[in-house]
């Protein structure tokens, strides 16, 4: 095979990949690692797809020089006309075998060994032939070309020729016979009154009409078929004699009445009048002639030796009317005994060949049966006087071919020809008879020529149309050989001739069948010495990706075979014999390659050196610029794998070579190992060569992120290629895949925050400015995160599992499955919260800024301050870009980041400010301002939901800007919506109705319930005190209170108090009647508090004049935030009395 070829091909095909080179990033990036990943994953992808299509090659020979022989002419050298031979044979060197020999032998080593024949008595026996030639050929001129051709090809002197000659002349002329085969007739004229006849036929010579010979007889038909034989003796010149044949209607002796039964089968009125004409001549005569139908005079001269087959109309007189034809079969003979004719027909064929092939120079297997005109006729006229069937000539033929076959090989289709003409005869002859010890004494010499065939099909100088060719005869040569049954005391096998059979030496027997396969596989055997010596130039001082390339090289050159085995020959070994020839091509291929592969890939393996992986801190990354790997291997391992897919549709055995994968198993992991730390690599470099840009306008994140993801691509392509077969390694390495996949991922998100981190933000004193490169960070990172688990996925985990499941048990598929589900989960959760901490990030950088502004903008004084301004530039700018850069599940991301690290400001702003005292218009200031921000965050559909921050927050400003008397009436509404809270008091319950009218309130205290001893006697002597709230509203209002009733703690009040109120006053619903319950002193100098409840006039609205109950309570000194926003007011006297005067309350 031209190897330099074949691998020149591979490299165009490798170059049609570099229509579209790889940008200058991609360059770039790949530089670092020499394209680790792209290799392994689309390159090696891709230059696998071509090598399957460069294996699928047409049925090209390895010829030597890389060219293929030439059709030959279809004229010998001599230049006389091959007609009959295949201009496509195939030269010597193709099948010869090493046994075979090349020297031409004397003509008396062909002659057979008889005691009655040498060259010379047949030499007569040919002479006295051509002298007494038959057929239409004879004439001088004739006879003395074939006499001079004669004893060129005997090579007889002329002396010894003139003496036989003298000699076959003195002889007498042989008997002749015609052999006539009465075939059929065609379109006879009808006799009978049915419309057909009942025709016979009659043939004599016309010098003896009284000898004649009659055939059967065919009833009631016009195209008879007789195919009967006869033979007539001729004691005249053959030559003047001339042959009648006639064909009558035979008329039975039949009485009138049987003639008058026949009246149904008439035809037509002329067969009634002739039916009527025959009773008539029966009636008066009682006569029954045969009535003539035609008849053909044939002249013997016209008859060639070979015998002639022809149609002759029938006549009758000069009438033309037709009366139809008949098709006969006529030959000439001479009586002669049988076995000596066919001995000298034998030995004839043998020296005319010889001759034949010595003249001509013809090439081996170049024969076809077609002598030259002067050897055919001799040939046909002594089969013709020597009165030889078709079988003996065959047999004949059969017998001299496959004996000068031997040592010049003749064209297989030659061989084939004969065989369907002796086969079917054969079959039921004998086996002990002489023909069929004839037959297999050829079948024996023919059958290692035709194994030769089998064995050399990879032979040099061979064309396609020759192989195919070659094979098909020679098949179908085997199949019809195979279908006899071989007599015992025949060995077609020979130890001597057939070594490469393996049963030669044992007990077992051997067929063709068996033979066939070993031919098959002796054939491969060599083939396979011969490449793998030839793809190896030396085991000294190889590199392993040398012996890792012999083993590629070997395996294509198998598949190649195996190809062509597939496409050109599959379909004629089945068609003819029934075999798979690629499956046995397969199976003899598998032993041998398993054993070449397995020890050099465990070798290679073995040399392999463990790789120190970086931890999950990423702390250092090992240089690998020393440790290397190349694809060599794993194109080893995809070469096998597509190897091993082709033997398992092709054959149903067991394959050695099927559980070739543990072999890789070294290398598998190392190549993990490897990719993880290219991987960490690469996406470092693809990070520092970001410049952190969308890559187009469709998109939001940057090239870093495109890289990182080919990687993981270019992961998958390998991991698809490898379909590791075996489902324990198979989820060890997916699982490994998925854990350095999570790890590149964290590790991406690290590198990329720490990248963005150092990115120069100008003066400290300046604010922050968010520019794009942030936003396409978070952006990037997300990216990846949300890419990872749909990109895991298509690793086909779920079908492993699944497998691992039927192949364990499925509490083990689940407990792996869910080890994968927490790795892919955990590293989720941490890229989360590395974009959360980078949001972080930017929330506190923003934060300076937006405090400045804050504080500035509520300062009282500043009137004229553009902080406000600035501020809302500065958010407006910086959420801009963060809307128009990120997505939108980052933008809601960094939105509660700012909005977090805003509610620590205004935390730390409201604490500062109230211990400076700040006064309450800063605090209204500064909650207008909170006011406006919120109303800037709110950009398209998105808002902040840090609801309860927000409200809590905006809930203390309000307080802390209120004044002193807005805060003590908070308070009470605090303690009203606290009264309303209890369903039960120590203290009793106050009963009023209560109804607001156009003038003012009719209110009217009824009477309380279960009030609390305040005497030592168990009772108490209360009144009621109402007062309005806030004082500050309702300053010309005085405070009412009821009569005081001793001595009793369900005191009856009844009394009512009409109390005008401006429509101002009535129209505040949060204004208060703060009711007081007293006990009155002994000598009337004071009254001792009990406890007080409360009522809005927003209740008394909702229940006019219904009665109202209320739980009394006492103040209590709680933890209030409007209590706290008071006591940060220690100036304010107002506010100083009012705590003063709770606490009391609240300790009475």
């Not at 001079?148 to 007498?172: G, M, S, W, Y």
């Not at 002249?299 to 009317?321: A, C, D, F, H, Q």
Request: hydrophobic share 35%; aromatic share 10%.
């Amino acid at each position: 095979m031209d190897e330099e070829q074949m691998w020149k091909g591979f490299f165009f095909k490798l170059q049609e990949l570099k229509m579209n080179p790889p940008t200058e990033h991609e360059h770039q990036l790949q530089d670092g690692d020499d394209g680790f990943f792209e290799k392994f994953g689309s390159l090696l992808r891709q230059k696998s797809q071509i090598d399957e299509g460069v294996l699928k090659s047409s049925l090209a020979p390895f010829a030597e020089n890389g060219s293929v022989e030439t059709e030959e002419s279809d004229e010998s050298p001599d230049g006389s006309s091959q007609l009959g031979q295949d201009p496509e044979c195939i030269s010597i060197n193709t099948f010869a075998t090493d046994s075979e020999l090349a020297s031409s032998p004397e003509f008396d080593n062909f002659l057979d060994s008889t005691p009655i024949m040498n060259v010379t008595d047949l030499y007569e026996e040919i002479l006295f032939e051509i002298y007494n030639n038959i057929g239409c050929e004879n004439n001088d001129q004739c006879t003395n070309s074939l006499i001079e051709f004669v004893q060129d090809a005997f090579k007889i002197p002329n002396a010894t020729h003139l003496e036989i000659c003298e000699a076959a002349r003195l002889k007498e002329p042989p008997n002749v016979r015609l052999n006539v085969e009465i075939i059929k007739a065609e379109n006879l004229m009808s006799k009978d009154s049915n419309g057909l006849s009942d025709p016979f036929v009659t043939l004599y010579l016309e010098s003896n009409s009284s000898h004649r010979y009659n055939s059967s007889v065919k009833p009631a038909t016009l195209n008879p078929i007789w195919e009967e034989h006869f033979s007539l003796p001729i004691t005249e010149n053959a030559r003047d004699e001339v042959l009648i044949v006639e064909v009558w209607d035979f008329d039975a002796a039949e009485t009138v009445k049987e003639k008058v039964n026949k009246i149904l089968d008439v035809k037509g009125v002329k067969g009634l009048s002739k039916l009527m004409k025959e009773i008539a001549v029966t009636a008066s005569s009682g006569k029954h002639d045969n009535e003539l139908i035609g008849r053909a005079a044939i002249t013997l001269k016209s008859i060639p030796v070979s015998g002639l087959t022809v149609w002759y109309n029938l006549e009758k007189g000069s009438k033309g009317r037709s009366r139809g034809s008949l098709l006969v079969n006529l030959a000439l003979s001479a009586e002669k005994n049988k076995s000596v004719a066919v001995q000298e027909h034998k030995n004839l064929l043998k020296l005319l060949l010889m001759y034949e092939l010595e003249t001509s120079q013809v090439a081996n297997y170049w024969w076809s049966g077609k002598f030259s005109p002067n050897a055919e006729l001799i040939r046909s006229q002594h089969a013709a006087q020597s009165g030889l069937t078709p079988f003996d000539c065959a047999l004949s033929q059969w017998h001299a071919y496959s004996t000068i076959h031997e040592t010049h090989k003749l064209n297989f289709t030659l061989f084939n020809s004969i065989l369907d003409v002796v086969v079917p005869v054969i079959t039921y002859m004998q086996n002990d008879s002489e023909d069929v010890k004839t037959f297999w004494d050829g079948v024996r010499r023919l059958l290692p020529s035709c194994f030769a065939v089998l064995r050399k099909l990879r032979s040099k100088n061979t064309s396609d149309k020759n192989i195919i060719k070659a094979l098909n005869v020679v098949l179908d040569i085997l199949k019809k050989i195979k279908e006899l049954e071989v007599p015992e005391s025949v060995d077609i096998f020979p130890k001597s001739v057939y070594g490469w059979i393996h049963t030669i030496d044992t007990d077992e027997s051997c067929n063709i069948d068996t033979a066939i396969n070993d031919a098959i596989n002796t054939g491969t055997k060599e083939w396979l010495e011969h490449i793998v010596e030839g793809s190896r130039q030396s085991k000294n001082n190889e590199t392993d990706d040398e012996k890792l390339q012999y083993i590629i090289k070997l395996i294509q050159m198998v598949r190649s075979d195996l190809q062509r085995a597939m496409e050109y020959f599959d379909k004629i070994f089945y068609h003819k014999i029934q075999l798979n020839y690629s499956a046995i091509l397969y199976l003899f291929y598998d032993s041998k390659l398993a054993e070449i592969c397995k020890s050099i890939i465990i070798e290679v393996c073995n040399n392999i050196k463990r790789l120190d992986v970086p931890d999950d801190q990423f702390e250092y990354l090992p240089n690998l610029e020393n440790v290397n790997m190349g694809t060599t291997l794993f194109e080893v391992y995809l070469i096998l794998k597509r190897y091993v897919t082709l033997g398992e549709s092709l054959c149903s055995e067991s394959l050695e070579l099927a559980n070739f994968y543990p072999w890789f198993e070294r290398g598998v992991t190392h190549w993990l190992d490897i990719s993880i730390i290219k991987a960490l690599s690469r996406i470092q470099k693809a990070i520092d060569l970001d410049q952190l840009k969308a890559v187009d306008e469709t998109v939001k994140y940057s090239s870093s992120a495109v890289d990182t993801l080919s990687i993981f691509y270019q992961i998958k392509i390998f991991w698809q290629q490898l379909d590791w077969p075996e489902v324990e390694g198979s989820y060890i390495f997916v699982a490994k895949i998925v854990n350095d996949l999570c790890r590149c991922c964290i590790f991406y998100a690290q590198q990329m925050s720490r990248r963005v981190e150092n990115i120069n933000i100008g003066d400290n004193n300046k604010n922050f400015t968010l520019s794009e490169e942030w936003c396409i960070a978070i952006n990037n990172m997300d990216y990846i995160r949300q890419t990872l688990p749909s990109f895991i996925k298509e690793l086909s985990i779920d079908d492993i599992i699944k497998r691992l499941g039927e192949y364990r048990s499925n509490l083990e598929a689940e407990r792996c499955a869910s080890t994968i589900k927490t790795v892919i989960e955990n590293a989720l959760d941490t890229e989360r919260n590395q974009i959360v901490e980078l949001i972080e990030i930017v929330a506190r950088k923003m934060a300076p800024p937006i405090k400045r502004y804050l504080a500035e903008g509520a300062e009282v004084l500043a009137k004229d301050s553009n902080s406000m301004d600035q501020l809302m530039m500065y958010l407006e700018a910086s959420l801009t870009t963060l809307y128009d850069t990120l997505n939108e599940i980052n933008f809601q991301r960094i939105l509660d980041g700012i909005w977090s690290e805003l509610s620590i400001i205004m935390y730390d702003l409201i604490q500062s400010n109230l211990d400076k005292r700040r006064p309450p218009a800063f605090f209204q200031n500064l909650n207008n301002t909170l006011q406006t921000m919120m109303d800037c965050f709110k950009m398209g559909n998105i808002e902040s939901s840090d609801v309860k921050i927000l409200s809590t927050i905006q809930s203390r400003l309000r307080l802390y800007s209120l004044e002193t008397a807005d805060l003590i009436h908070q308070y009470y509404l605090e303690r009203l919506e606290t009264q309303k809270s209890q369903e039960s008091s120590p203290y009793g319950q106050l009963t009023i109705t209560a109804q607001l009218t156009d003038s003012g309130l009719l209110l009217t205290i009824l009477n309380a319930r279960n009030l609390l001893p305040m005497d030592s006697n168990g009772s108490v002597d209360s009144f009621v005190k109402a007062s309005f709230m806030p004082t500050s509203r309702f300053n010309d209002i005085i405070t009412v209170k009821t009569n005081v009733h001793n001595k009793s703690c369900f005191p009856l009040y009844d009394q009512e108090f009409r109390i005008n109120l401006t429509e101002q006053q009535r129209n505040d619903k949060n204004s208060l009647i703060l009711f007081s319950v007293k006990d009155k002193d002994l000598f009337g100098m004071s009254s001792q508090y009990i406890a007080e409840c409360y009522i809005s006039f927003e209740d008394l609205e909702a229940t006019p004049g219904e009665q109202i109950m209320m739980n009394l309570s006492r103040p209590e000194y709680t933890d209030s935030d409007s209590l706290r926003a008071l006591e940060y007011r220690l100036g304010d006297k107002q506010a100083k009395d009012f705590l003063k005067k709770l606490k009391n309350r609240s300790f009475s």
